[in-house]
């Protein structure tokens, strides 16, 4: 823009402009089903609720800027009338055309310079009446408006468009893994491999070259009163359906343990800088146990426990307040302790893979178990005695190598996806800014030098309060 052009624009503190009001007090007790609506402080556009008879009814074109907890967030409600909360401050133009173009300039703003306050951010009066706004020429702020929200419009839509995405790659990964874990995604290898060892003779015959060896049965008494859900007809006939401690018993699976470690429980004064990763539900994210950010329990107290330890390779499911996250301890990995919201299986892989128990422990199958049980519960956990009642879809093991294999592979195109959506949504998200800032550079839309300066509306604007204020004076 040049100088001269430059000159046409002003800059107005923002209480010259406007009159700024913090919003009422409504409890959420006083909404109604009817009545006005109310808004509060946050990102959407949306109503809080509705009140019959607010005290500071708003109208038309009136700017609402949350100023508690969640700062920021200017926006226009759009109805005739209107009541805000506490929670937010509202700012009232001369005209809505100026309420519009300062709301998007407002969007701009940097508020965490403004907000102040300890656990809750505020944001005061005071603090929204020290902005300065760049005020450009009233026919060039009309052309800005008109181009913003064309250009904004469609960065909405592409945003609602991208929104759509983890859906889409969710049910992706389930579609996946039930075709995985019913046998429809290897139909076509069984057809090319039909002499492989079914499932059941390959088990049997583990479970006597296996017999008399030590097996983890602790606290393994079936549980009772449960109705369990048995999908063994669902499979091809070269598998087996067999619970999990019959796969304890056949020495498929050598281990199932969570970290109940009873008297010895860790305490706060047990965890330190240094020692063994101590694993709880919340380390298990997105498939993965995130060791590095689990705490330390000290080496002497680690030593005291007997059970828990998980170790490389073994499947780690959390079955207590986040129930059915499942997550492998890659090779390599350390011994981790295990909290009590987490259980470890660990598995004979002569003829159980653990690669595909955590694939079936992901599925439908499984999850659809874990949910039965905790509706008959009433409780947001399922214990191992419990969960040894599963039943667990066991495929020959040339066929699991080759469903691991499938399924590695679709995730990590499902992978690349993701990463990509990712991309475009921060993207998408720098944009509005970027667009946003472009505009009130004057860098936007074309200069007209013919269009009559910003100074001039703001003589109008003072002059019109003065006259208000003087009018106030002489009727009291």
Same mark, same amino acid.
């Not at 102040?116 to 408006?145: C, F, Q, S």
């Given at each position: 823009m040049s100088d001269e052009l430059l000159q046409r624009w002003a800059t107005a503190p923002l209480v010259t402009l406007a009159e700024a009001h913090m919003g009422e007090t409504i409890l959420a007790k006083q909404l109604t089903l009817e009545g006005l609506p109310v808004y509060s402080a946050g990102q959407e556009n949306e109503p809080w609720g509705f009140l019959e008879n607010p005290r500071k009814p708003l109208a038309k074109g009136t700017v609402v800027v949350s100023a508690r907890g969640s700062i920021g967030f200017p926006k226009i409600p759009k109805v005739e009338r209107f009541a805000s909360t506490q929670t937010t401050i509202t700012l009232q133009f001369p005209d809505e055309e100026l309420a519009a173009y300062s709301c998007l300039w407002l969007k701009t703003v940097d508020w965490s310079s403004l907000t102040k306050g300890g656990a809750i951010p505020m944001l005061t009066v005071g603090d929204i009446n ?43 990964? &389930?579609?996946?893994?039930?075709? *995985?874990?019913?046998?429809? #995604? ?15 003779? %390959? #088990? ?12 983890? %049965?602790?606290? %393994? ?7 369990? !859900? ?9 598998? *087996? ?75 780690? #499911? ?9 997550? !492998?301890?890659?090779?390599? $990995? ?6 009590? $919201? ?31 049980? %905790? ?24 066929? &699991? ?20 959506? #990712?991309? *475009? ?11 946003? *800032? ?39």
């Amino acid at each position: 823009m040049s100088d001269e052009l430059l000159q046409r624009w002003a800059t107005a503190p923002l209480v010259t402009l406007a009159e700024a009001h913090m919003g009422e007090t409504i409890l959420a007790k006083q909404l109604t089903l009817e009545g006005l609506p109310v808004y509060s402080a946050g990102q959407e556009n949306e109503p809080w609720g509705f009140l019959e008879n607010p005290r500071k009814p708003l109208a038309k074109g009136t700017v609402v800027v949350s100023a508690r907890g969640s700062i920021g967030f200017p926006k226009i409600p759009k109805v005739e009338r209107f009541a805000s909360t506490q929670t937010t401050i509202t700012l009232q133009f001369p005209d809505e055309e100026l309420a519009a173009y300062s709301c998007l300039w407002l969007k701009t703003v940097d508020w965490s310079s403004l907000t102040k306050g300890g656990a809750i951010p505020m944001l005061t009066v005071g603090d929204i009446n020290e902005l300065v706004v760049p005020l450009a020429p009233l026919a060039e702020r009309r052309r800005i408006v008109a181009k913003l929200e064309k250009l904004l419009g469609q960065v909405e839509a592409s945003q609602q468009r991208l929104a759509k995405i983890p859906k889409l790659i969710k049910r992706f990964r &389930q579609a996946v893994l039930a075709a *995985a874990c019913s046998g429809r #995604l290897t139909a076509d290898w069984r057809e090319k491999n039909p002499h492989v060892e079914p499932a059941p003779d %390959m #088990l049997q015959a583990h479970a006597q070259r296996t017999e008399g060896r030590e097996r983890n %049965m602790r606290r %393994m008494k079936p549980a009772k009163g449960l109705t369990l !859900l048995d999908y063994s007809g669902e499979f091809p006939t070269t598998w *087996a359906w067999l619970k999990v401690r019959e796969l304890v018993e056949k020495g498929a699976i050598f281990d199932v343990q969570d970290g109940n470690h009873g008297e010895l429980y860790p305490r706060p004064e047990d965890f330190g800088e240094a020692g063994v990763r101590y694993i709880s539900a919340e380390h298990v994210i997105n498939d993965r146990v995130q060791i590095d950010s689990a705490p330390f329990l000290k080496n002497e107290k680690a030593q005291q426990l007997r059970i828990g330890f998980a170790k490389a390779n073994d499947v780690i #499911l959390t079955h207590n307040a986040t129930v059915g996250r499942v997550a !492998l301890l890659p090779p390599g $990995s350390p011994d981790v302790v295990l909290s009590t $919201s987490t259980t470890y299986y660990r598995v004979d892989e002569t003829v159980l893979l653990a690669r595909y128990l955590a694939t079936f422990l992901r599925s439908h199958f499984f999850q659809s178990q874990l949910e039965a049980v %905790m509706e008959q519960t009433t409780r947001n956990q399922v214990s191992i005695t419990k969960q040894v009642e599963f039943g667990i879809a066991v495929p020959p093991l040339a066929e &699991q190598q080759e469903i691991v294999r499938r399924v590695e592979t679709l995730f990590a195109v499902a992978d690349q996806i993701e990463a990509r959506y #990712l991309k *475009a949504k921060a993207h998408v998200e720098k944009l509005t800014q970027s667009i946003l *800032a472009k505009a009130f550079r004057g860098e936007l839309v074309p200069q007209d030098p013919n269009d009559e300066p910003a100074s001039v509306l703001l003589e109008r604007i003072n002059e019109d309060r003065a006259r208000t204020v003087t009018k106030s004076r002489k009727c009291a």
